[in-house]
């Protein structure tokens, strides 16, 4: 498959294409500075590890897909990575988390906490879509205001989790699909573990270094160097 050149089927291609759309306006340009000065970080922030939690559908909760597994998953790299003291995590690695679900935040709150000495936890909390979701589903806000507000909050979540070197997601969320191939297109995104409902968790080593390409599950979700954990 070429990553690259005229074949614009490619995945890097496709990931030019929604970094164009997806790119910030001035207006959610103003809201992503505004986001960065209440976390007390520089501009142009990028995370050492990122996150999109979905603890399932607009309409179903699999019970084997648990705010844990994303968080352990992490975990496990970041411990390999302080452990060989290389790469972004030698130091108090940053971490974004990105979630539309109310009930994943304080299950955050507490694993940043109790690994305050390995990280640092950033995320946006109180968005649109966390306040809309009603009986542990996520669903689309339906009011003028909240609809543009959850646009740009959405937008905010990709951007960040674009600009991490290592990203965890489930391959069949569209914005995990987009924050990787977007992370490719810039560069930025170095490692990229991806999983489906009901997949173990991958070993630290494998979450470190995926050097060794699923290229089928690659083609299929349109991001290159992609692991399913």
Not at 174 to 198: K, N, S, V, Y
Request: charged share 20%; net charge positive.
């Amino acid at each position: 498959m070429a990553w690259r050149g005229i074949d614009w089927n490619s995945p890097w291609w496709w990931g030019v294409v929604q970094a164009f759309f997806l790119r910030p306006s001035p207006e959610t340009a103003a809201f992503i500075s505004s986001v960065e000065r209440n976390w007390g970080v520089a501009p142009n922030f990028a995370a050492d590890v990122s996150l999109h939690i979905r603890v399932g559908g607009k309409l179903e909760r699999p019970k084997s897909v648990t705010p844990e597994l994303y968080l352990e998953s992490a975990y496990q790299y970041i411990r390999y990575a302080r452990t060989r003291q290389s790469g972004p995590c030698a130091r108090r690695a940053e971490v974004f988390v990105a979630t539309d679900s109310p009930e994943v935040l304080p299950v955050v709150e507490a694993w940043a906490a109790s690994h305050a000495d390995d990280l640092i936890v950033r995320m946006q909390s109180n968005t649109a879509t966390q306040k809309n979701a009603k009986g542990h589903r996520e669903t689309a806000p339906t009011r003028g205001h909240d609809q543009y507000q959850a646009a740009i909050e959405i937008i905010t979540d990709i951007f960040f989790l674009s600009r991490s070197r290592v990203f965890f997601g489930m391959y069949c969320s569209q914005i995990a699909r987009a924050a990787a191939a977007i992370g490719h297109a810039h560069g930025t995104l170095r490692e990229c573990a991806l999983r489906g409902p009901g997949q173990p968790v991958a070993a630290p080593h494998v979450a470190h270094a995926p050097r060794a390409v699923h290229a089928a599950a690659a083609a299929a979700v349109g991001v290159p160097r992609a692991l399913l954990l």
